[in-house]
């Protein structure tokens, strides 16, 4: 059983950064695939990013591609998402999920609770 806490989300003016962090509890969190997902109000649950197990592996949604950096360190049991050059349309509450694949969110097993990000134009 893994249990996903995030945080790190706040109110951003355009053209800014965040960084969000997501602390696992679980001694299995080194073994696990990671990944940020995003959905904003009306809108569908979307992929932001996943991580490999190892860290060495990573892959980007286009939206956010060359602006959001994804990182873990299995030492502490925490995977980060650096954000920059933010956008309007990036405000939406962000997911951390653990134990799956692929940028649908039926192929991913655990989940927190999220953090709310809001851009401000």
């Known amino acids: 059983q893994v249990q996903l806490v995030e945080s790190g989300g706040g109110l951003v003016q355009a053209g800014g950064s965040l960084r969000l962090s997501c602390a696992a509890s679980g001694r299995t969190f080194r073994r696990y695939a990671m990944g940020w997902f995003r959905q904003a109000p009306g809108k569908e649950r979307e992929f932001v990013v996943v991580i490999s197990w190892s860290g060495s592996n990573t892959g980007y949604a286009d939206s956010v591609k060359g602006r959001f950096t994804i990182s873990r360190d299995n030492a502490k049991n925490t995977v980060y998402l650096q954000m920059n050059s933010l956008k309007p349309e990036d405000t939406a509450l962000y997911y951390c999920?653990?134990?799956?694949?692929?940028?649908?969110?039926?192929?991913?097993?655990?989940w927190g609770q999220g953090t709310q990000v809001t851009v401000s134009s």
């Open positions: 999920t653990a134990d799956g694949a692929g940028d649908r969110p039926g192929g991913w097993h655990y």
